[in-house]
């Protein structure tokens, strides 16, 4: 006897048809101007289902694109600052921070180094020390102060 293949089958309205061969609901399928499509292939009999293909392409990538257009991008924000800077200046900037993070981006504090500052860089370890401190309730370092070239960099990001 030649095994021939069975599958449970459910049509347009989602009622279920029964167990049927697969030539069969094929037939049928094309009968009401449809597509046997297979919904789950691991159960036993598979199950498929009546379905236009191009509706549900459309439906799947209508699905998609609403998916992408709530989800939320998260920016990198640059905050930059000497390794001497006035309080005043550096409250201003730490403002930013605080703004940036609230909105949900991540920070990148880069501190430039000019001239003979290159020869002072504890001080500006000391600012991103105070920088790190200073944002601890609401953010967290991603990225560890690191020299690189003339400039020293940080990254935040919200917590």
Known sequence: M???PKVRVIDDEGENLGVMYTREAIEQANEKGLNLVEVSPNADPPVCKFLDVGKYRYEAQKKANL??????????KEVKMRPNIDTHDYDVKMRN???FIENGD???ITLRFRGR??????LGMDLLKQVQDDVAEYAKVEAFPRLEGRQMLMVLAPK
């Open 97 to 99: 921070v605080h703004k």
């Open 117 to 122: 500052e290159m020869a002072h860089q504890h």
């Open 67 to 76: 998916a992408r257009k709530t989800q939320k991008t998260q920016d990198i």
């Open 2 to 4: 030649i095994n021939v």
């Open 106 to 108: 991540k920070v990148k």
